[in-house]
């Protein structure tokens, strides 16, 4: 017999002994976990999170009638007289009633926050969802180089400054306090310290009669209901020489934008001009400015 056939020979016992031999036990498949499938749950009808009356999201304290209809505390409180239910019509001898099984519901729906592309890993409930979005600081703002396309928090958007773009930056900048810059040709970075971070973009552009500063603070905007917050520059810019000196100084407002439309208009803004008279045009050298911010609620 030839090797080749000895060969299969082994084979077809090796078959043959496979095809008889008892087989293990399969180990049973587990169901699959209720809670994980929770993680993919989708809310159809954000409706149903919202109070019957004002529309508004339910928050605990919640109320209901003896048919289940909800509503929330403050509505509740409008119709404490009321002895009907406002959708159904049934009957309420005892007026609205708590609904702890709704309240339980709605403290247990987390939303993630719209700006996680942009850092945020908040999961608010429901209800505070959209007050957390109004606060939340990473709430994108625009870079505004032409074909850039950069979006991104105050915080990332300062370091695609100086990091992609390499703008000069001046850093810990309190409000009310003046500090020292070396204004270059384009875009300089001010990171101002507050309660959230705040950028301000100085613009410095050659113009026929000198050199125009202007300014802009990137921001998101504000939250409805918030008190508008107006912010204004001080530049003072001072070159002693050996016969006199030149010395300007200006204070004006400065908008607040997050850039999604572009720059404001340059004919839009207050223009801080340095003449060709005391920086000629092809000096290269940065303008020494000192400058403060001021902060101010209208």
Known sequence: ITHAAKRLVCYLKLCLYCSTAPAKAARPMEP??????LEN???????????????????PPIFQCVVGHVLCSQCRDKLASARICHVCRAPMEGGYRRS??????????????????YGCAAKPAYHDLQ??????????????????GFIGSTETLLVHFTAEHGWPCTTDVRAEESFHMELRE?????????????????MVSPERLGRAISAVCVRPPRADGDEPVFYGLELEFDRPSRWHGDRQKSCFDVECTDLSDGLPNADDRFQFLVPHLIVLPYDDDPINIRACIYTQIR
Do not use: W, Y
């Not at 019957?52 to 928050?59: A, D, H, I, R, T």
């Not at 702890?100 to 592309?117: D, F, G, T, W, Y």
């Not at 979005?133 to 505004?144: M, N, R, V």
């Open 100 to 117: 702890h099984a709704m309240e339980k519901l709605v403290e247990s729906i987390r939303a993630p926050c719209p700006n996680a592309p």
């Open 41 to 59: 749950l989708t809310l159809v009808d954000a409706d149903a999170l919202d109070c019957g009356v004002c529309f508004l999201p339910l928050k």
């Open 131 to 148: 007050p957390h979005i109004q606060t939340c600081l990473h709430a994108p703002c625009h870079c505004p180089e032409e074909a850039c």
């Open 186 to 202: 384009g875009f300089n970075v001010i990171d101002l310290d507050a309660d959230r971070k705040l950028l301000f973009l100085v």
């Open 32 to 37: 699959p976990s209720p809670r994980a499938a």
